[in-house]
């Protein structure tokens, strides 16, 4: 199955700031998604990433607060907006199609947090 | 949605069997059964998927009874190392938004 790196894998923010979370794939997928995680809470999808087109989000989660980019297969970039300690959690890319198919795999996360 | 309810916890000791259900009512025709893993600071890992009867991996064995209204996880002798959260998911696995939904997991805790 494809292996996904995030960037970084951790870091600390000051309110008001953005920070952007990378994710790179080592083989080519068809889909990818950004989740988050708050400590000890199950996962949250936020958006579909669309190559070449804008990202899908989902209920609750909007544009202009989560930025996403993807231009080619086998990369992402989420931007996490003028953050405040709410946005405080571990955020995880994850990809389907390519050599895992069926399945989500998904990287080890990037744990945000917001001062 | 299929929504998927699962126990909140487990415990088990090592050796054991540990059995985790997973109910989902609505299930669709087209939807297949898909567990994960999750370990602290770690992503979900993929563990097996099964459409309908019995999977079996290396790691675990996934039963589906006729109705596919449940399914069954069952990890044999399980180890500390096995300590986890585990996620059932329900949805099409090319297409399908629901096969994205993670429901609030089952906690197992393994005690020597």
């Known amino acids: 199955s494809a292996v996904i790196s995030q960037k970084p894998s951790r870091d600390i923010c000051q309110r008001g700031t953005s920070l952007t979370i990378q994710c790179q794939v080592d083989?080519?997928?068809?889909?990818m998604f950004w989740y988050r995680q708050q400590p000890g809470q199950s996962l949250t999808l936020i958006a579909t990433?669309?190559?070449?087109?804008?990202?899908?989000?989902e209920s609750g989660f909007v544009i202009d607060k989560f930025p996403i980019s993807r231009p080619n297969l086998t990369f992402s970039t989420l931007t996490v907006s003028n953050m405040s300690p709410e946005d405080s959690s571990i955020y995880l890319c994850?990809?389907?199609?390519?050599?895992?198919?069926?399945?989500?795999?998904f990287g080890a996360g990037s744990r945000l947090t917001v001062l | 949605l299929a929504k998927t309810t699962q126990p909140i916890s487990m415990d088990s000791y090592e050796g054991q069997e540990v059995n985790i259900t997973c109910s989902h009512n609505n299930i669709a025709t087209n939807d297949y059964i898909t567990w994960y893993q999750q370990f602290p600071s770690q992503g979900p890992r993929f563990i097996i998927q099964?459409?309908?009867t019995k999977v079996t991996n290396e790691v675990a064995s996934l039963f589906i009874p006729a109705d596919r209204k449940s399914s069954t996880l069952s990890l044999p002798r399980v180890s500390l190392s096995d300590t986890a959260v585990y996620y059932c998911l329900v949805g099409e696995v090319n297409t399908g938004r629901r096969a994205l939904t993670f429901g609030s997991g089952t906690r197992l805790q393994v005690q020597p």
């Open positions: 994850s990809a389907r199609g390519g050599s895992g198919a069926n399945v989500l795999t």
């Open positions: 990433a669309n190559q070449g087109s804008e990202a899908t989000y």
């Open positions: 083989s080519q997928v068809t889909m």
């Open positions: 099964g459409y309908k």
